[in-house]
T-cell receptor
Framework: DADVTQTPRNRITKTGKRIMLECSQT?????MYWYRQDPGLGLRLIYY???????NKGEISDGYSVSRQAQAKFSLSLESAIPNQTALYFC?????????FGQGTRLTVV | RKEVEQDPGPFNVPEGATVAFNCTYS??????FFWYRQDCRKEPKLLMS???SGNEDGRFTAQLNRASQYISLLIRDSKLSDSATYLC???????????FGQGTTLQVKP
């Protein structure tokens, strides 16, 4: 089983819909991250969290929200999806700066 | 200026060539440095840590230049399987923030 699991792996949704991407980890790390990746733009940080009480905005948090339900779970929500949120989304955990990624969620907003 | 900058490439090299790329960073407080490898449509994975004195792992050599604020990755005797995107994150131990550069794409040709 993967140490960092993302669900769903692929999702197509309509403009204006609310969607949640989920991430769970078994590594026991406190730090968790959400990134989006677009061709030619690399990985951009959306939100990151130290623990359930600590949530921080990243480089591109507008249009997104997160919830850290437990040490092992960190969810990303798009309250009202728009087409330019079509991207590959990665969740990651980190210890000492070494990051472990989930397999990614490919989201398409039509 | 972006916190982490990389030449996106692509670097097209023949098998057996030596290739090097750099990653420059703007936050002098950064404490930990790494190189990650990402295959197409896959999650990034740790390639190697970068130590102040420089370090090798087989055909790969990483260097850190704190004064000039860059890290480098040298690949000797390139293999077809080295074709990938190489990412360098900037990790701040104080904030836990983990920011990635755009990535450098390497294509090794037969």
């Amino acid at each position: 089983d993967a140490d960092v699991t993302q669900t769903p792996r692929n999702r197509i949704t309509k403009t204006g819909k609310r969607i949640m991407l989920e991430c769970s980890q078994t590594k026991g790390h406190d730090r968790m991250y959400w990134y989006r990746q677009d061709p030619g733009l690399g990985l951009r940080l959306i939100y990151y969290s130290f623990d359930v009480k600590d949530i921080n905005k990243g480089e591109i948090s507008d249009g997104y929200s997160v919830s850290r339900q437990a040490q092992a779970k960190f969810s990303l929500s798009l309250e009202s999806a728009i087409p330019n949120q079509t991207a590959l989304y990665f969740c990651a955990t980190s210890e000492g700066g070494v990051a472990f990624f989930g397999q990614g969620t490919r989201l398409t907003v039509v | 200026r972006k916190e982490v900058e990389q030449d996106p490439g692509p670097f097209n090299v023949p098998e057996g060539a030596t290739v090097a790329f750099n990653c420059t960073y703007s936050n002098s407080a950064s404490q930990s440095f790494f190189w990650y490898r990402q295959d197409c449509r896959k999650e990034p994975k740790l390639l190697m840590s970068v130590y102040s004195s420089g370090n090798e792992d087989g055909r790969f050599t990483a260097q850190l230049n704190r004064a000039s604020q860059y890290i480098s990755l040298l690949i000797r005797d390139s293999k077809l399987s080295d074709s990938a995107t190489y990412l360098c994150p900037l990790f701040s131990g104080n904030t836990g923030k983990l920011i990635f550069g755009q990535g450098t794409t390497l294509q090794v040709k037969p």
